[in-house]
């Protein structure tokens, strides 16, 4: 999702400089395709441990200072782009907007922490929950500006953090880059063995979050149809439960796939009936899965159990009637769309062109419009 922005910049004539993290490889200062990269070492901080994680976090500053001071130091810049997680950029930002005095500093907001970390227990953790919130509240505090996802986001924001200037909010959603779509290839199914499957597919990180238990008893409850296939692509902290749980429950209708090639994950993506969004019913934050956008461009109705603070089933699903949403403590709801879906083709193909057409207000160039609008103008409310 972040490339296609920064290509987007490109393309519209910036020079753009990315700084990014890089695991079990050495610091180094790259330009490829009109874009200069630098990637500085760092612990691990997705997918890991949660202790391991807060010391990944905590050294991440102070690691991408030092190769900031060391590559970039005389560069200028005038405008700051930071999306988060990770919190970690703090220090290196304040140092960039110190010696870059008119840059203006742009927070893309994806995931509020660390408040969002309560769900895995962060918050028993005092002192490096405290540790993190101290620095959230110091980065809205330098931030000129921050993008929400949803409605929702900017509310939660707002209603958390009452000293936050509700000015620098803006509503920035989720961005996919709008390709032509290609009718599937038949013939692709052979490949893996999935020939005249009903798809039902998850792809992303497996997390605590994602709550895909729910998706497992739903496969155990339509066992009875024998061309349905519930289909687990990517890896998280849960994939290995998970894979243990469908071996108690005896699943044969249930599949994981770690990795595959990114064409062949959109080939797959492609010949799938119904893309699965699944949400945590004790996540308290409004959340704005961004792997619905690739569902979208895949013309794949969506099928979502989602938490009843999240915003995203009326402002995503029922706003362009592109799936059916259902709360996350309410199986038999879920049960009963799937159903809906299963048994109406019509309706999937409809929701599938209404997704793919809805696709066209989240693409790249309207992100970057919205950004750079604020930046020129300063003005609130895009």
């Not at 910036?14 to 700084?19: A, D, K, R, S, Y």
């Amino acid at each position: 999702m972040y490339r296609s922005l920064i290509e987007e910049f490109k393309n519209q004539g910036h020079e753009v400089t990315v700084i990014a993290p890089i695991y079990e490889k050495e610091t180094e200062y790259i330009e490829k395709d009109g874009i200069k990269t630098l990637f500085f070492n760092s612990l691990p901080i997705l997918n890991t441990g949660l202790i391991k994680r807060g010391i990944g976090n905590m050294l991440f500053p102070y690691k991408c200072l030092k190769a900031i001071k060391k590559n970039i130091k005389k560069e200028k810049f005038d405008l700051i782009l930071m999306t988060t997680p990770p919190l970690g950029f703090f220090e290196p930002i304040r140092y960039l907007k110190k010696v870059n005095k008119n840059a203006k500093f742009y927070i893309i907001l994806r995931d509020i922490h660390p408040e969002g970390a309560k769900l895995v227990g962060l918050h028993k953790i005092k002192p490096l929950f405290y540790y993190f919130r101290t620095i959230e509240k110091k980065l809205y505090d330098l931030a000129d500006y921050i993008g929400c996802m949803s409605p929702g986001n900017i509310e939660f924001l707002k209603e958390k953090n009452p000293q936050l200037d509700s000015q620098k909010l803006r509503l920035l959603p989720n961005w996919e880059p709008a390709t032509e779509f290609i009718n599937p290839d038949q013939n692709f199914l052979k490949k893996y063995n999935f020939e005249n499957k009903f798809i039902v597919v998850f792809g992303g990180n497996m997390g605590i979050t994602q709550n895909l238990d729910i998706f497992l008893q739903l496969a155990k409850e339509k066992e009875i149809l024998e061309n349905v296939l519930f289909l687990l692509i990517g890896t998280g902290t849960e994939m290995e439960r998970l894979k243990n749980k469908s071996l108690e429950l005896k699943l044969k209708n249930t599949l994981f796939l770690n990795q595959i090639p990114r064409d062949d994950y959109n080939e797959l993506m492609k010949n799938c009936a119904l893309g699965f969004i699944s949400l945590s019913p004790k996540v308290h934050i409004p959340n704005y899965p961004s792997k619905s956008l690739g569902y979208l461009g895949a013309k794949l109705p969506i099928l979502a159990s989602i938490d009843a603070i999240t915003d995203y089933g009326q402002d995503l699903l029922d706003k362009y009637n592109c799936g059916l949403w259902s709360l996350a403590d309410n199986f038999d709801h879920l049960s009963k769309n799937f159903d809906t879906l299963y048994n109406n083709k019509d309706l999937r193909m409809q929701m599938g062109e209404n997704g793919y057409e809805a696709l066209k207000n989240f693409s790249p160039e309207i992100t970057y419009e919205k950004i750079i609008k604020t930046y020129q103008s300063g003005n609130s409310g895009i």
